[in-house]
Protein backbone atom coordinates (compact mmCIF):
# COMPACT_ATOMS: atom_id res chain seq x y z
CA UNK A 1 0.00 0.00 0.00
CA UNK A 2 1.32 3.40 -0.90
CA UNK A 3 2.52 6.29 1.94
CA UNK A 4 1.22 9.40 2.52
CA UNK A 5 5.03 10.84 2.01
CA UNK A 6 7.16 10.16 -0.71
CA UNK A 7 10.30 12.22 -0.53
CA UNK A 8 11.68 14.20 2.68
CA UNK A 9 10.55 12.26 5.65
CA UNK A 10 13.21 11.30 7.01
CA UNK A 11 12.65 14.22 9.78
CA UNK A 12 8.91 12.62 10.49
CA UNK A 13 7.82 9.62 12.88
CA UNK A 14 6.57 6.68 10.72
CA UNK A 15 3.13 5.81 11.88
CA UNK A 16 1.83 2.57 11.01
CA UNK A 17 -2.53 1.69 11.16
CA UNK A 18 -3.79 -1.31 10.13
CA UNK A 19 -7.33 -2.29 9.60
CA UNK A 20 -9.11 -3.77 7.00
CA UNK A 21 -11.94 -1.44 6.60
CA UNK A 22 -10.60 1.21 3.81
CA UNK A 23 -12.96 3.95 4.82
CA UNK A 24 -10.94 3.82 8.56
CA UNK A 25 -7.39 4.02 7.34
CA UNK A 26 -8.32 6.99 4.97
CA UNK A 27 -10.09 8.68 8.00
CA UNK A 28 -6.53 7.94 9.91
CA UNK A 29 -4.71 8.94 6.67
CA UNK A 30 -6.92 12.34 6.70
CA UNK A 31 -6.35 13.12 9.98
CA UNK A 32 -2.45 12.56 9.96
CA UNK A 33 -1.41 13.05 6.46
CA UNK A 34 -1.95 16.86 6.47
CA UNK A 35 0.65 17.10 10.26
CA UNK A 36 4.25 17.80 9.47
CA UNK A 37 4.89 15.08 12.23
CA UNK A 38 4.18 11.82 10.97
CA UNK A 39 4.92 9.85 7.93
CA UNK A 40 2.01 7.89 7.43
CA UNK A 41 2.11 3.99 6.82
CA UNK A 42 -1.63 1.92 5.69
CA UNK A 43 -2.33 -1.84 5.41
CA UNK A 44 -5.11 -3.60 5.45
CA UNK A 45 -4.05 -6.64 7.26
CA UNK A 46 -1.50 -7.92 10.26
CA UNK A 47 0.46 -10.10 7.29
CA UNK A 48 0.67 -6.92 5.23
CA UNK A 49 1.80 -4.56 8.30
CA UNK A 50 4.24 -7.12 9.42
CA UNK A 51 5.90 -6.88 5.56
CA UNK A 52 6.28 -3.47 6.23
CA UNK A 53 8.00 -3.19 9.38
CA UNK A 54 10.25 -6.19 8.36
CA UNK A 55 11.44 -3.56 5.44
CA UNK A 56 11.08 -0.69 7.25
CA UNK A 57 12.34 -1.08 11.13
CA UNK A 58 11.78 2.26 12.09
CA UNK A 59 8.52 2.37 12.68
CA UNK A 60 7.61 4.81 15.52
CA UNK A 61 3.69 3.90 16.30
CA UNK A 62 1.78 1.37 15.66
CA UNK A 63 -2.13 1.46 15.63
CA UNK A 64 -4.31 -1.85 14.81
CA UNK A 65 -7.64 -3.00 14.96
CA UNK A 66 -8.80 -5.90 16.96
CA UNK A 67 -11.18 -8.03 14.38
CA UNK A 68 -9.34 -8.67 11.24
CA UNK A 69 -9.54 -11.68 8.81
CA UNK A 70 -6.48 -14.05 8.53
CA UNK A 71 -4.49 -12.69 11.68
CA UNK A 72 -6.14 -10.26 14.96
CA UNK A 73 -5.10 -7.54 16.34
CA UNK A 74 -3.33 -8.82 19.29
CA UNK A 75 -1.61 -11.86 17.58
CA UNK A 76 -0.36 -8.86 15.18
CA UNK A 77 0.95 -6.63 18.12
CA UNK A 78 2.47 -9.83 19.81
CA UNK A 79 4.64 -10.47 16.22
CA UNK A 80 5.16 -6.66 15.75
CA UNK A 81 6.95 -6.41 18.97
CA UNK A 82 9.43 -8.81 18.87
CA UNK A 83 10.70 -7.11 15.05
CA UNK A 84 10.37 -3.37 17.11
CA UNK A 85 9.82 -4.09 20.97
CA UNK A 86 10.23 0.39 21.37
CA UNK A 87 7.57 1.66 19.14
CA UNK A 88 4.32 2.01 20.72
CA UNK A 89 1.39 -0.22 20.15
CA UNK A 90 -2.15 0.28 20.33
CA UNK A 91 -5.26 -1.44 19.67
CA UNK A 92 -8.67 -0.06 18.24
CA UNK A 93 -11.41 -1.59 18.31
CA UNK A 94 -15.20 -1.39 18.23
CA UNK A 95 -16.31 -4.06 21.07
CA UNK A 96 -14.46 -3.37 24.01
CA UNK A 97 -13.74 -6.86 26.10
CA UNK A 98 -11.46 -6.95 28.90
CA UNK A 99 -9.75 -10.69 28.20
CA UNK A 100 -8.55 -9.03 24.71
CA UNK A 101 -7.10 -5.74 26.28
CA UNK A 102 -5.45 -7.94 28.67
CA UNK A 103 -4.45 -10.57 25.69
CA UNK A 104 -3.31 -7.22 24.21
CA UNK A 105 -1.46 -6.04 27.30
CA UNK A 106 0.66 -9.26 28.38
CA UNK A 107 1.05 -10.30 24.85
CA UNK A 108 1.17 -7.62 22.46
CA UNK A 109 2.36 -4.84 24.81
CA UNK A 110 -0.19 -2.27 23.99
CA UNK A 111 -0.41 0.38 25.87
CA UNK A 112 -3.33 2.21 24.72
CA UNK A 113 -6.91 1.26 23.64
CA UNK A 114 -8.69 3.31 21.19
CA UNK A 115 -12.53 2.96 20.92
CA UNK A 116 -14.71 3.28 17.59
CA UNK A 117 -16.05 5.81 16.95
CA UNK A 118 -13.28 7.88 17.56
CA UNK A 119 -12.69 12.12 18.40
CA UNK A 120 -10.50 13.07 16.14
CA UNK A 121 -9.01 15.83 18.82
CA UNK A 122 -8.91 12.94 21.61
CA UNK A 123 -6.83 10.57 18.72
CA UNK A 124 -4.90 13.19 18.13
CA UNK A 125 -3.82 14.09 21.44
CA UNK A 126 -3.07 9.91 21.92
CA UNK A 127 -0.63 9.69 18.74
CA UNK A 128 0.73 13.12 19.83
CA UNK A 129 1.43 11.75 23.35
CA UNK A 130 2.87 8.41 21.89
CA UNK A 131 5.19 9.91 19.47
CA UNK A 132 6.61 12.01 22.22
CA UNK A 133 7.68 8.51 24.54
CA UNK A 134 9.16 7.33 20.94
CA UNK A 135 11.22 10.46 20.57
CA UNK A 136 11.86 10.16 24.69
CA UNK A 137 12.88 6.62 24.18
CA UNK A 138 14.83 6.99 21.29
CA UNK A 139 16.71 10.52 22.71
CA UNK A 140 17.90 8.57 25.66
CA UNK A 141 18.75 5.58 23.88
CA UNK A 142 21.39 7.86 21.37
CA UNK A 143 22.12 9.47 25.13
CA UNK A 144 23.56 6.81 26.21
CA UNK A 145 25.42 5.05 23.05
CA UNK A 146 27.42 8.56 23.72
CA UNK A 147 27.82 7.59 27.27
CA UNK A 148 29.59 4.45 26.35
CA UNK A 149 31.31 5.84 23.65
CA UNK A 150 32.49 8.19 26.37
CA UNK A 151 33.59 5.33 28.99
CA UNK A 152 35.51 3.76 25.57
CA UNK A 153 37.85 6.89 25.02
CA UNK A 154 38.10 7.32 28.86
CA UNK A 155 39.33 3.65 29.42
CA UNK A 156 41.59 4.20 26.35
CA UNK A 157 43.33 7.17 28.12
CA UNK A 158 43.73 5.55 31.17
CA UNK A 159 45.35 2.69 29.25
CA UNK A 160 48.05 5.21 27.59
CA UNK A 161 48.30 7.46 30.92
CA UNK A 162 49.36 3.71 32.53
CA UNK A 163 51.40 3.11 30.14
CA UNK A 164 53.77 6.21 29.83
CA UNK A 165 53.81 5.93 33.28
CA UNK A 166 55.21 1.88 33.17
CA UNK A 167 57.52 3.94 30.45
CA UNK A 168 58.94 6.14 32.18
CA UNK A 169 59.22 4.05 35.39
CA UNK A 170 61.67 1.34 33.29
CA UNK A 171 63.94 4.73 32.07
CA UNK A 172 64.36 5.91 35.48
CA UNK A 173 65.21 2.30 36.51
CA UNK A 174 67.65 1.95 33.37
CA UNK A 175 69.25 5.38 34.55
CA UNK A 176 70.12 4.63 37.85
CA UNK A 177 71.16 0.87 36.84
CA UNK A 178 73.80 2.69 34.00
CA UNK A 179 75.02 5.27 36.59
CA UNK A 180 75.52 3.40 39.66
CA UNK A 181 75.09 6.73 41.64
CA UNK A 182 72.70 5.58 44.13
CA UNK A 183 74.14 4.52 47.38
CA UNK A 184 72.47 1.06 49.11
CA UNK A 185 70.37 3.27 51.19
CA UNK A 186 68.92 4.88 48.29
CA UNK A 187 68.50 2.00 46.46
CA UNK A 188 66.78 0.35 49.49
CA UNK A 189 64.94 3.41 49.93
CA UNK A 190 63.92 3.55 46.13
CA UNK A 191 63.01 -0.02 46.52
CA UNK A 192 60.58 0.24 49.28
CA UNK A 193 59.20 3.01 47.98
CA UNK A 194 58.53 1.32 44.62
CA UNK A 195 56.79 -1.78 46.86
CA UNK A 196 54.64 1.25 48.39
CA UNK A 197 53.70 1.97 44.74
CA UNK A 198 52.69 -1.14 44.17
CA UNK A 199 50.46 -2.00 47.38
CA UNK A 200 48.86 1.43 46.43
CA UNK A 201 48.41 0.23 42.83
CA UNK A 202 46.88 -2.98 44.03
CA UNK A 203 44.63 -0.77 46.76
CA UNK A 204 43.81 1.13 44.12
CA UNK A 205 42.77 -1.70 41.73
CA UNK A 206 41.13 -3.64 44.60
CA UNK A 207 39.07 -0.27 45.79
CA UNK A 208 37.70 -0.11 41.88
CA UNK A 209 36.98 -3.42 41.94
CA UNK A 210 34.54 -2.53 44.58
CA UNK A 211 33.74 0.14 43.25
CA UNK A 212 32.70 -1.08 39.92
CA UNK A 213 30.84 -4.21 42.34
CA UNK A 214 28.38 -1.70 44.27
CA UNK A 215 27.70 0.28 40.88
CA UNK A 216 26.45 -3.14 39.29
CA UNK A 217 24.79 -3.78 42.75
CA UNK A 218 23.11 -0.72 42.95
CA UNK A 219 22.25 -0.69 39.37
CA UNK A 220 20.11 -4.16 39.90
CA UNK A 221 18.97 -3.02 43.35
CA UNK A 222 17.21 0.04 41.63
CA UNK A 223 16.09 -2.51 38.61
CA UNK A 224 14.43 -4.54 40.98
CA UNK A 225 12.46 -1.77 43.14
CA UNK A 226 11.26 -0.69 39.68
CA UNK A 227 10.30 -3.94 38.84
CA UNK A 228 8.61 -4.31 42.27
CA UNK A 229 7.03 -0.94 41.79
CA UNK A 230 5.35 -1.75 38.33
CA UNK A 231 4.38 -5.09 39.35
CA UNK A 232 2.27 -3.44 42.31
CA UNK A 233 0.65 -0.83 40.38
CA UNK A 234 -0.15 -3.12 37.52
CA UNK A 235 -1.95 -5.73 40.35
CA UNK A 236 -4.49 -2.89 41.69
CA UNK A 237 -4.70 -1.94 38.08
CA UNK A 238 -5.77 -5.49 37.32
CA UNK A 239 -7.87 -5.99 40.48
CA UNK A 240 -9.72 -2.96 39.69
CA UNK A 241 -10.74 -3.67 35.82
CA UNK A 242 -11.55 -7.41 37.78
CA UNK A 243 -13.94 -5.20 40.23
CA UNK A 244 -15.15 -3.02 37.27
CA UNK A 245 -16.28 -6.23 35.34
CA UNK A 246 -17.93 -7.66 38.13
CA UNK A 247 -19.82 -4.21 38.61
CA UNK A 248 -20.89 -3.93 34.49
CA UNK A 249 -24.26 -5.87 34.84
CA UNK A 250 -25.87 -3.16 38.06
CA UNK A 251 -23.72 0.02 35.58
CA UNK A 252 -25.94 -1.18 32.04
CA UNK A 253 -29.38 -1.33 34.45
CA UNK A 254 -27.96 2.38 35.93
CA UNK A 255 -27.48 3.59 32.71
CA UNK A 256 -31.05 1.63 31.27
CA UNK A 257 -34.05 3.84 33.37
CA UNK A 258 -32.39 7.25 31.82
CA UNK A 259 -32.13 5.95 28.73
CA UNK A 260 -35.88 4.50 28.94
CA UNK A 261 -37.05 8.20 30.05
CA UNK A 262 -35.01 9.54 27.15
CA UNK A 263 -37.20 7.26 24.42
CA UNK A 264 -40.57 7.97 26.37
CA UNK A 265 -40.63 11.80 26.12
CA UNK A 266 -39.16 11.47 22.95
CA UNK A 267 -41.70 9.07 21.67
CA UNK A 268 -44.78 11.87 23.19
CA UNK A 269 -42.57 14.95 21.72
CA UNK A 270 -43.54 12.92 17.88
CA UNK A 271 -47.01 11.54 18.70
CA UNK A 272 -47.38 15.78 19.45
CA UNK A 273 -45.76 16.44 16.52
CA UNK A 274 -47.90 14.16 14.40
CA UNK A 275 -51.04 15.21 15.84
CA UNK A 276 -50.47 18.66 15.33
CA UNK A 277 -50.99 19.48 19.24
CA UNK A 278 -47.28 20.92 19.18
CA UNK A 279 -46.82 22.92 22.39
CA UNK A 280 -43.69 24.41 22.71
CA UNK A 281 -43.69 25.56 26.61
CA UNK A 282 -44.27 21.55 26.84
CA UNK A 283 -41.52 20.57 24.51
CA UNK A 284 -38.89 23.18 26.61
CA UNK A 285 -39.76 21.17 29.79
CA UNK A 286 -39.36 17.89 27.44
CA UNK A 287 -35.83 18.45 26.44
CA UNK A 288 -35.49 19.67 29.82
CA UNK A 289 -36.14 16.30 31.18
CA UNK A 290 -34.05 15.16 28.33
CA UNK A 291 -30.88 17.21 29.13
CA UNK A 292 -31.19 16.37 32.57
CA UNK A 293 -31.43 12.18 32.06
CA UNK A 294 -28.48 12.79 29.42
CA UNK A 295 -26.28 14.40 32.24
CA UNK A 296 -27.66 11.59 34.65
CA UNK A 297 -25.92 8.97 32.34
CA UNK A 298 -22.92 11.15 31.43
CA UNK A 299 -22.22 11.53 35.15
CA UNK A 300 -22.34 7.38 35.65
CA UNK A 301 -19.84 7.25 32.47
CA UNK A 302 -17.45 9.85 33.51
CA UNK A 303 -17.32 7.96 37.23
CA UNK A 304 -16.77 4.72 35.03
CA UNK A 305 -13.82 6.39 33.38
CA UNK A 306 -12.28 7.87 36.19
CA UNK A 307 -12.61 4.39 38.14
CA UNK A 308 -10.71 2.20 35.47
CA UNK A 309 -7.86 4.85 34.98
CA UNK A 310 -4.50 3.84 36.21
CA UNK A 311 -3.28 5.74 39.09
CA UNK A 312 -0.64 5.82 40.86
CA UNK A 313 0.14 7.06 44.61
CA UNK A 314 2.20 10.08 44.42
CA UNK A 315 1.79 11.04 47.96
CA UNK A 316 0.36 14.38 47.58
CA UNK A 317 -3.15 13.22 46.55
CA UNK A 318 -6.04 13.82 48.90
CA UNK A 319 -9.36 12.48 48.80
CA UNK A 320 -12.98 13.63 50.34
CA UNK A 321 -13.80 9.64 52.33
CA UNK A 322 -17.75 10.84 52.16
CA UNK A 323 -17.35 11.39 48.35
CA UNK A 324 -15.51 8.56 47.62
CA UNK A 325 -18.33 6.89 49.51
CA UNK A 326 -21.09 8.27 46.92
CA UNK A 327 -18.91 7.50 43.86
CA UNK A 328 -18.52 4.12 44.98
CA UNK A 329 -22.47 4.01 44.97
CA UNK A 330 -23.10 5.61 41.46
CA UNK A 331 -21.80 2.13 40.48
CA UNK A 332 -22.56 -0.32 43.10
CA UNK A 333 -25.86 1.01 43.86
CA UNK A 334 -28.25 -0.17 41.68
CA UNK A 335 -26.69 -3.56 41.74
CA UNK A 336 -27.08 -3.95 45.43
CA UNK A 337 -30.86 -2.78 45.22
CA UNK A 338 -31.02 -5.72 42.18
CA UNK A 339 -29.53 -7.98 44.88
CA UNK A 340 -32.28 -6.95 47.45
CA UNK A 341 -29.76 -5.58 49.62
CA UNK A 342 -30.69 -2.57 52.19
CA UNK A 343 -28.22 0.09 52.42
CA UNK A 344 -27.83 2.58 55.34
CA UNK A 345 -25.16 5.49 55.52
CA UNK A 346 -24.43 7.47 58.32
CA UNK A 347 -22.14 9.75 57.06
CA UNK A 348 -20.18 12.34 59.25
CA UNK A 349 -20.66 15.90 57.65
CA UNK A 350 -17.25 18.50 57.22
CA UNK A 351 -15.23 15.99 57.51
CA UNK A 352 -11.26 16.62 57.19
CA UNK A 353 -9.35 15.33 53.68
CA UNK A 354 -7.34 12.46 53.75
CA UNK A 355 -3.48 11.69 52.42
CA UNK A 356 -4.46 9.02 49.49
CA UNK A 357 -5.69 9.33 46.05
CA UNK A 358 -9.95 9.49 45.44
CA UNK A 359 -10.04 6.57 42.89
CA UNK A 360 -7.69 4.62 44.92
CA UNK A 361 -9.81 4.63 48.23
CA UNK A 362 -12.90 4.04 45.79
CA UNK A 363 -11.05 0.61 44.56
CA UNK A 364 -10.60 0.03 48.44
CA UNK A 365 -14.16 0.57 48.89
CA UNK A 366 -15.97 -1.18 45.93
CA UNK A 367 -13.48 -4.58 47.27
CA UNK A 368 -15.02 -4.61 50.42
CA UNK A 369 -19.03 -3.88 49.70
CA UNK A 370 -18.67 -6.65 47.18
CA UNK A 371 -17.30 -8.93 49.32
CA UNK A 372 -20.02 -7.90 51.77
CA UNK A 373 -22.17 -8.64 49.31
CA UNK A 374 -21.23 -11.70 47.74
CA UNK A 375 -20.79 -13.04 51.67
CA UNK A 376 -25.00 -12.01 52.17
CA UNK A 377 -26.03 -13.44 49.04
CA UNK A 378 -23.98 -16.80 50.60
CA UNK A 379 -25.50 -16.58 54.24
CA UNK A 380 -29.05 -16.58 52.51
CA UNK A 381 -30.36 -14.12 55.20
CA UNK A 382 -33.74 -13.36 54.42
CA UNK A 383 -32.97 -9.92 55.04
CA UNK A 384 -29.62 -8.86 53.87
CA UNK A 385 -27.77 -5.73 55.02
CA UNK A 386 -25.13 -3.13 54.52
CA UNK A 387 -24.29 -0.27 56.90
CA UNK A 388 -21.58 2.73 56.35
CA UNK A 389 -20.66 5.19 58.53
CA UNK A 390 -17.97 7.74 58.50
CA UNK A 391 -16.48 9.66 61.33
CA UNK A 392 -13.83 11.43 62.56
CA UNK A 393 -11.74 9.39 65.28
CA UNK A 394 -8.88 10.29 67.78
CA UNK A 395 -5.78 7.54 68.30
CA UNK A 396 -2.03 7.68 69.23
CA UNK A 397 -1.14 8.62 65.55
CA UNK A 398 -3.16 11.75 65.76
CA UNK A 399 -6.69 12.65 63.81
CA UNK A 400 -7.99 9.78 61.56
CA UNK A 401 -11.02 9.83 59.39
CA UNK A 402 -12.74 6.29 59.24
CA UNK A 403 -15.51 4.89 57.09
CA UNK A 404 -17.17 1.43 58.75
CA UNK A 405 -18.70 -1.30 56.54
CA UNK A 406 -20.96 -3.47 58.70
CA UNK A 407 -22.87 -6.49 57.35
CA UNK A 408 -25.32 -9.26 59.49
CA UNK A 409 -23.48 -12.42 56.84
CA UNK A 410 -23.22 -13.99 59.79
CA UNK A 411 -19.91 -13.14 60.32
CA UNK A 412 -15.87 -14.29 59.14
CA UNK A 413 -14.92 -17.54 61.21
CA UNK A 414 -11.54 -17.16 63.22
CA UNK A 415 -9.44 -19.48 60.75
CA UNK A 416 -10.31 -17.32 57.78
CA UNK A 417 -9.83 -14.05 59.74
CA UNK A 418 -6.42 -14.50 60.83
CA UNK A 419 -5.61 -15.16 56.62
CA UNK A 420 -7.63 -12.93 55.25
CA UNK A 421 -5.34 -10.11 54.30
CA UNK A 422 -2.89 -12.66 53.01
CA UNK A 423 -2.20 -12.51 49.07
CA UNK A 424 -3.89 -15.31 47.09
CA UNK A 425 -6.22 -16.55 49.84
CA UNK A 426 -9.96 -16.43 48.84
CA UNK A 427 -12.96 -18.91 49.98
CA UNK A 428 -14.34 -18.47 46.39
CA UNK A 429 -14.96 -21.21 44.25
CA UNK A 430 -12.05 -21.40 40.77
CA UNK A 431 -12.21 -18.87 38.65
CA UNK A 432 -14.40 -16.31 41.28
CA UNK A 433 -12.02 -14.79 42.48
CA UNK A 434 -8.15 -13.70 42.38
CA UNK A 435 -7.76 -13.87 46.70
CA UNK A 436 -5.59 -10.27 45.96
CA UNK A 437 -8.67 -7.77 46.49
CA UNK A 438 -7.81 -7.34 50.38
CA UNK A 439 -4.10 -7.99 49.98
CA UNK A 440 -4.18 -4.78 47.38
CA UNK A 441 -6.82 -2.69 49.40
CA UNK A 442 -4.74 -3.09 52.90
CA UNK A 443 -1.47 -2.51 50.80
CA UNK A 444 -3.12 0.46 49.53
CA UNK A 445 -3.91 2.00 52.81
CA UNK A 446 -0.74 0.85 54.74
CA UNK A 447 0.92 2.92 51.75
CA UNK A 448 -1.17 6.26 52.96
CA UNK A 449 -0.15 5.81 56.93
CA UNK A 450 -3.88 3.78 57.56
CA UNK A 451 -5.20 0.80 58.40
CA UNK A 452 -7.95 -1.75 58.07
CA UNK A 453 -9.58 -3.46 60.72
CA UNK A 454 -12.10 -6.61 60.68
CA UNK A 455 -14.09 -6.68 63.87
CA UNK A 456 -16.39 -10.08 63.90
CA UNK A 457 -19.73 -10.67 65.86
CA UNK A 458 -20.08 -14.55 65.79
CA UNK A 459 -23.55 -15.68 64.04
CA UNK A 460 -24.36 -11.64 63.48
CA UNK A 461 -21.79 -10.37 61.02
CA UNK A 462 -18.56 -8.32 60.03
CA UNK A 463 -17.16 -4.95 60.30
CA UNK A 464 -14.63 -3.88 57.91
CA UNK A 465 -12.63 -0.56 58.96
CA UNK A 466 -10.71 2.19 57.12
CA UNK A 467 -8.71 4.61 59.28
CA UNK A 468 -7.04 7.06 57.37
CA UNK A 469 -4.70 10.10 58.64
CA UNK A 470 -5.93 13.26 58.15
CA UNK A 471 -3.98 15.35 55.65
CA UNK A 472 -1.30 17.95 56.98
CA UNK A 473 -1.62 21.28 55.75
CA UNK A 474 0.77 22.54 53.12
CA UNK A 475 2.38 25.63 53.18
CA UNK A 476 0.28 26.68 49.89
CA UNK A 477 -2.98 25.47 51.72
CA UNK A 478 -2.34 28.05 54.11
CA UNK A 479 -1.17 30.78 51.62
CA UNK A 480 -4.45 29.99 49.37
CA UNK A 481 -6.26 30.42 52.96
CA UNK A 482 -5.10 33.62 53.66
CA UNK A 483 -6.01 34.68 50.26
CA UNK A 484 -9.48 33.72 50.69
CA UNK A 485 -9.49 36.03 54.55
CA UNK A 486 -7.70 39.20 52.59
CA UNK A 487 -10.19 38.80 49.80
Excluded at 223 to 252: C, D, F, H, P, Y
Excluded at 320 to 331: C, M
Amino acid sequence: METIHETSTDHLIKILFVDDEENVLRSLRRLFATDNVFDVKLANSGKEALEIIKNEPNIGIIVSDQKMPGMSGVDFLEQAKNIIPDAPRMLITGYPDINVMEDAMNRGGACMFIKKPWEDEKLTQVIREAAQQFILKKENRRLQDIVLQQNDELQNWNSKLEQNVEEQTREITRLLENEKLLSARATAAAKAEKEKVTELEQSYEELESIASELDKARSDLEEANREIKEASIQMVQNEKMSALGEMTAGVAHELNQPLNAVKLISQDILRDIAKDRFDKEYLADDLKEIVGEVDRMSTIIDHMRLFSRRTVDDGVAEADVNSAVEGVFKLLGKQLTNHNILVTKDMAPDLPPVSIDQIRLEQVLVNIINNARQALESFCKEEMKIEIRSCLEENKKGNMVAVYIKDNAGGVPEDIKVKIFEPFYTTKRPGKGTGLGLSISSKIVADANGKINLDVEEGIGSTFGVLLPVRESTDDDKSDENQDIAE
